[in-house]
């Protein structure tokens, strides 16, 4: 093994070295060209910036993979020390003390920026002047998609730098190594600068399952959030120490959860405490990869209490006689409880959504005009047809969940047209919330489903796209507990 690790890496370098080598030939072309006084602008800056880009890659990706190597050795050293300890396999939580990843991931942050710039800033300064203004090409003009993202680039790096300017290196202290799959993940968040938020501190604990697909240019990673938890920690429970802060937390984790597993970075299931807080200048964040096993200590009757209450004000939304909320639960006519998840619930999903469907039919149109190939036309149509769906479900789809007289009836659909189904309540085994759509990666937001499952373990959603997870508890324990009172 070590032999295939140690010829991999020689077999890398070997192959990185030809763009050390193309790179820079063209830098000192292009330094040549400058100094000589007789080359264009364009030519001088198209060979330097094509230098840098691929002279950057070469010697980026063989110092990455030198310092992976040197990670790799030490991490093969510690699993023949601890073969049937994986939270021990790694430096930092074998210490027990997790520094977050924002000084890691600044670099990456920087050098990804830095890339599309160099890459979209011969495209601005030279292609597209030349086909608008010269050749009249006007649909060139969505080549400034480019430069624009590369400015949302530079503006996401440079805020990222600021923070962490502000707030140093954050130390996430775990007391509990590892957490414990059907039972608890226990720690100290030490913070460099003194933080006490008049909102508090909010701490995110999230689960995801990282895929990748494809390779080369068409590798793409996917990251779902499979479960989340979320608590805010007051300002009153921050300690304030001489310099830093100090914020005690404690996750209860279900016994169904998935544990951590980085064998395969390809299909992998990891874990992360996300940390947050609205301060004035730049706000505070910082993100830790955490260690949660099965361990003889896993209770496998052990599940967080879901969250059977709510802030009054919200509970009093919900069961306000009359509401015109987005969520409204209200007395049934014969005695029931009628549950009724209005339209347009998520807004700014569906404006997001919405645009992208009409830049994606854009797209399709210019397909179009300049004859592509009938495939294409019809796969894209196909994906087309999928977004519009979408949006008409974010903008127009309602559900009404009405339990009375001994039965479930759940009728869906688009505003006043919909179908019913009726479920006895006697065939009712639970009703349960799960993470349906997200937005964003693995430090996005999930939007939860309440799912009705039968006896037969069959499922029947009641309700879709709550934000709230604390809401979407409530809501399965009232209707839990309305199914209880007619069977």
């Known amino acids: 093994m070590a032999l295939t690790k140690r010829w991999g890496l020689i077999s890398l370098i070997l192959f990185m070295l030809p763009f050390c080598g193309v790179g820079l030939f063209f830098i000192g072309y292009s330094l040549s060209e400058a100094f000589s006084g007789q080359a264009e602008l364009g030519t001088v800056l198209f060979s330097g910036l094509f230098g ?22 030490q991490v093969d050293e510690r699993k023949i020390q601890h073969p049937d300890k994986p939270w021990l396999w790694r430096k930092d939580w074998a210490s027990r003390l997790i520094q977050d990843s924002n000084r890691s991931s600044l670099s990456y942050t920087w050098f990804f920026a830095g890339f599309w710039n160099l890459i979209s800033a011969p495209l601005s300064l030279t292609v597209l002047p030349r086909e608008v203004l010269q050749n009249r090409n006007y649909p060139a003009l969505f080549g400034l998609l480019f430069p624009l993202v590369g400015a949302g680039l530079l503006i996401w790096a440079i805020r990222a730098t600021l923070r962490w300017k502000k707030f140093g290196t954050s130390v996430l202290e775990l007391e509990t190594l590892p ?33 990748v697909s494809g390779s080369g240019k068409n590798r793409s990673v996917n990251e779902k959030i499979l479960w989340r938890e979320r608590q805010v920690i007051p300002k009153d429970r921050i300690e304030a120490r001489v310099q ?16 951590t597993a980085r064998k395969n970075m390809d299909n992998a299931i990891l874990w992360y405490v996300d940390a ?37 004000q919200m509970a009093e939304d919900l069961t306000h006689t009359g509401s015109h909320g987005a969520i409204t639960v209200r007395p049934g006519q014969r005695g029931g409880t009628e549950f009724y998840f209005a339209p347009a619930r998520n807004v700014r999903v569906a404006l997001v959504l919405t645009v992208f469907t009409l830049i994606w039919s854009a797209v399709i149109w210019f397909m179009m005009t300049q004859g592509a190939p009938v495939f294409f036309l019809i796969v894209f149509g196909l994906f087309d047809l999928l977004l519009l769906y979408a949006v008409l479900q974010l903008w127009f789809g309602v559900s009404k969940v009405l339990i009375e ?14 179908v019913s189904r009726v479920i006895p309540c006697s065939q009712v085994e639970d009703i349960q919330i799960s993470i349906g759509m997200q937005s964003g990666g693995r430090s996005g937001t999930p939007y939860y489903n309440i799912e009705l499952i039968t006896h037969a373990k069959k499922k029947l959603s009641l309700g879709r796209s709550i934000k709230d997870k604390r809401q979407a508890d409530w809501l399965a324990t009232t209707m839990q507990d309305a199914v209880n009172q007619w069977k």
């Open 405 to 418: 007289s001994g039965q479930v009836k759940v009728t869906s659909g688009f505003l006043w047209l919909g």
């Open 276 to 312: 947050a807080a609205s301060v004035p200048g730049v706000d505070y964040g910082a993100q830790f990869e955490v260690p949660l096993f099965r361990t003889s200590e896993s209770d496998p009757d052990f599940a967080p209490a879901r969250e059977a209450e709510v802030p009054e």
């Open 179 to 211: 957490g414990v799959i059907g039972g608890h993940l226990k720690g100290i968040l030490q913070t460099r600068t003194a933080l006490l938020p008049e909102e508090g501190l909010s701490l995110k604990l999230t689960c995801i399952n990282r895929t």
């Open 52 to 73: 840098l880009v691929f002279g950057g890659v070469g010697v980026g990706i063989i110092l990455m993979a030198l310092k992976g190597n040197k990670s790799s050795q």
């Open 244 to 259: 830093g802060s100090s914020i005690p937390f404690t996750f209860e984790i279900p016994y169904d959860a998935k544990a």
